[in-house]
Nanobody, 127 residues
């Protein structure tokens, strides 16, 4: 199961970094594509970003392009989500998901194609 960390509270315009790990172990190639999703109170879960195991394919939802960056660390232990220029509308619980065998937008942006989910970490952006 993936484990998220790094959430917190920040003012608008600030930055936060989230991490997704495999419970203290390295992710293997079987992790497939790793995605970040978020869910704000009263709203549906929303795709945020995804990165394939190879790192060759990266996808973002339009609302975070240019502000968020998803990446692997060199050892493939962690998938990081760097969030800059945060806005109040970014406030949500952020979830890491793994086990997606696909690389194309239609599938990596759909939570139904991920096998494992973390417990989530809260991100709160105040105006």
């Amino acid at each position: 199961q993936p484990v998220e960390s790094g959430g917190g509270a920040v003012q608008a315009g600030g930055s936060l970094g989230l991490s997704c790990t495999a419970s203290g172990r390295s992710f293997g190639a079987g992790v497939g594509t790793v995605g970040w999703f978020r869910q704000a109170p009263g709203k549906d879960r929303e795709f945020v970003a995804a990165i394939t195991w190879s790192g060759d394919s990266i996808h973002y939802v339009d609302s975070v392009k240019g502000r968020f960056t998803i990446s692997w660390d060199n050892a493939k232990n962690t998938v990081a989500l760097r969030m800059n220029i945060l806005k109040p509308e970014d406030t949500a619980v952020y979830y890491c998901a793994t086990g997606n065998r696909n690389t194309q937008w239609a599938y990596v942006s759909n939570g139904e194609y991920y096998s494992f989910w973390g417990q989530g970490t809260q991100v709160t952006v105040s105006s």
